[in-house]
């Protein structure tokens, strides 16, 4: 027979002897949800439910180009194939980086006032969350268009426009052509930054007509821009008018825009755009920059 103290000391090897062997094991088997065959952070399984390859570290890449890194976009539990997941305007890059406590990357409404964090403006400086690294991105290259309308994606909503609708009204002219309110500035710049030409790039701007300079008073710095069909804009030329010219009509970033004058503004001169400067509250409302066409260059060799 065996005491009571003999007893419980067998029990005691028995159990350490279970604790040695079921240890390493425990050691060697990891759960499938922690599985990382590659190393770098990132769960197989969320891999390869984001399209990302389980056998190569890619915690460093962007594959939507958002500015945070795939090992960020799982850290932060977000779509690394969506470069705004939550659709409020704000790319997860910006909304991670900026650290503001009134816009988080997984919720569009994040202090529940009814506004996207996109178009909040959270550091009061007059410009939107969503417009701030506007300038400093590299053409803007995280802003996508859905639906190639040349409205960025995170700025239809503001124009009341379908984001996978590329005519929203269906009058059969582009969302970027069309102009909300008839000011003169079309949809797909009335929200650029002049340090932005990226858009110019892609074409956006190449068969732009606004009209023809009607008269300008230099006096005054009025500017009367005739269109056809349409009624005359009005507009207030300042000294901090940029004005340009176009000269072979294939659009801005070729490299032969000229910087003009006021000795520019002639009647009959045609008009390709014009940005307004959001900054200046006037009656007519002043001009940032007006870019004309060369005789003979314009759509068409108008």
């Known amino acids: 027979m065996f005491s009571t103290t003999d007893r419980r000391r067998l029990l005691a090897a028995a159990a350490g002897f279970a604790l040695g062997v079921a ?3 425990a050691l060697v088997v990891p759960s499938a949800s922690a599985a990382d065959r590659d190393h770098d952070g990132m769960a197989d399984r969320w891999e390869r439910r984001h399209g990302l390859d389980p056998r190569v570290d890619d915690a460093r890449r962007d594959l939507d180009r958002d500015g945070l890194r795939n090992i960020g976009e799982f850290r932060s539990s977000v779509d690394p194939a969506d470069e705004d997941s939550d659709g409020d305007g704000h790319d997860d890059g910006d909304e991670v980086h900026d650290g503001r406590r009134g816009s988080d990357v997984d919720d569009s409404d994040t202090d529940g006032d009814g506004i996207p964090d996109g178009d909040e403006d959270l550091d009061h400086d007059g410009i939107d969350e969503e417009d701030e690294d506007d300038s400093d991105e590299g053409c803007r290259g995280d802003d996508d268009d859905s639906d190639d309308d040349h409205v960025d994606d995170e ?8 984001e996978d609708d590329s005519d929203s009204d269906d009058d059969g002219v582009d969302d970027g052509d069309d102009d909300s309110d008839d000011d ?20 956006e701007d190449a068969d732009d007509l606004l009209g023809t300079i009607d008269s300008y008073d230099d006096a005054t710095g009025t500017l009367v821009v005739a269109r056809d069909g349409l009624a005359d804009l009005t507009y207030l030329v300042t000294d901090d008018t940029e004005i340009e010219i176009e000269v072979d009509g294939s659009g801005s970033g070729s490299g032969e825009d000229l910087e003009g004058t006021v000795a520019d503004l002639i009647a ?11 900054h200046v509250a006037s009656t007519p409302p002043t001009l940032e920059e007006i870019e004309l066409y060369e005789a003979g260059s314009g759509p068409d060799g108008a």
């Open 155 to 162: 700025d239809e909503n503001e124009l009341g426009l379908d």
């Open 184 to 203: 003169g500035e079309s949809d797909e710049d009335a929200d650029d930054s002049l340090d932005d030409r990226c858009g110019r790039d892609d074409g």
């Open 23 to 25: 240890g390493p094991l």
């Open 268 to 278: 009959g001169t045609l008009v390709k755009e014009v940005d307004l400067d959001d």
